[in-house]
């Protein structure tokens, strides 16, 4: 009997730490960089679905950055990896890298 409690936790563990990655990766957005504008904070990014924020369609859109140094790290026509949030401002990159 201890021996099926056993692996039923460690089942139920690594499907938590599974479900875990994939909602991680699902808020990932793909996309390219087509305009960058430091001196407003902005970011114009091409990119593909963005389910996280209700968009099922590609299309190309402005974004605020959380942090203004993102903006240094990339140059136009850079692919790149992206999270945002939506605010009452708008769309807000909070994380972004270089595709791999």
Known sequence: MNRI????????LTLSFATGALAAGAAEI????????????????????AKSLGM?????MVYRVKDAAMLKQ???GD????EAEEASSGYTV???QKAK
Not at 5 to 12: E, K, P, W
């Open 5 to 12: 409690i056993r692996i039923t936790a460690v089942l139920a």
């Open 30 to 49: 793909s996309g390219e960089v087509k305009k960058i504008d430091e001196g407003a904070g902005k970011i114009t990014l091409k990119h593909g679905p």
């Open 56 to 60: 099922e369609e590609p299309m190309t």
């Open 74 to 76: 990339v140059k136009v």
């Open 79 to 82: 692919k790149v990896t992206f």
């Open 94 to 96: 909070t994380k972004m």
